[in-house]
Nanobody
Framework: VQVVESGGGLAQAGGSLSLSCVAS????????MGWYRQVPGKQRELVAK???????NYADYVKGRFTISRDNAKNTVNLQMNSLKPEDTAVYYC????????WGQGTQVTVSS
């Protein structure tokens, strides 16, 4: 079972970045996928998640700026991040609910002011 992220990097405030994640290797149906983020010294927090029915939850601090999308057939989830702010700087983790929760390795997003 693998959860592999790509994307991220460095952006200026007001700019955009995108993240992608693909999950593979499990015989079970994925119930939901999403993204969390974490900064040093703080708990990992939800950014956005989407379930099989297409229901989406966004954290309040990304509503209107970030867009999550998913391809159920390909077991992929994407996060388009627009209007980035320095406080969006964090390590972003792909989250997969296969009945059990799996995490990606994390990808750094840095937003400069």
């Amino acid at each position: 079972v693998q959860v592999v992220e790509s994307g991220g990097g460095l952006a200026q405030a007001g700019g955009s970045l995108s993240l992608s994640c693909v999950a593979s290797g499990s015989p079970f149906t994925i119930e939901a996928m999403g993204w969390y983020r974490q900064v040093p010294g703080k708990q990992r927090e939800l950014v956005a998640k989407i379930n099989n029915a297409g229901n989406i939850n966004y954290a309040d601090y990304v509503k209107g700026r970030f867009t999550i999308s998913r391809d159920n057939a390909k077991n992929t989830v994407n996060l388009q991040m627009n209007s980035l702010k320095p406080e969006d700087t964090a390590v972003y983790y792909c989250w997969v609910d296969w009945g059990a929760i799996l995490w990606g390795q994390g990808t750094q997003v840095t937003v400069s002011s």
